[in-house]
């Protein structure tokens, strides 16, 4: 991967879920779980399931374009989510 693709429209749409493109950039950077999403319009999307450095769980929907990390939207993990993703996440060195 070469980097994160951010512009005002999805750091607006990631905001609004009160999450910042810091913590989404943390998040993949870290240990993280990652499973297939929805193909929308023909490009293919995936979920990112990780922590931020400060412990936050996050979910991240993703897609890749050229060489690019490109965030379509993120929000923080329900109660489900963090049990299912968290001892996944815990176990990647």
């Known amino acids: 991967m070469g980097g994160f693709d951010w512009d005002p429209a999805n750091v ?3 905001l609004r879920h009160a999450v910042t493109p810091g913590e989404v950039e943390e998040a993949a950077n870290l240990p993280h779980v990652v499973i297939p999403a929805a193909t929308i319009r ?7 399931f990780g922590r931020t450095a400060s412990k936050r769980c996050l979910v991240v929907v993703f897609t890749i374009r050229g ?15 963090r049990r299912k993703y968290a001892a996944q996440i815990d176990r990647h060195p």
């Open 12 to 14: 607006g749409h990631v």
């Open 42 to 48: 023909g490009e293919r999307r995936w979920k990112l």
């Open 67 to 81: 060489r690019l990390f490109r965030t379509v939207t993120a929000y923080p993990m329900n109660a489900t989510e």
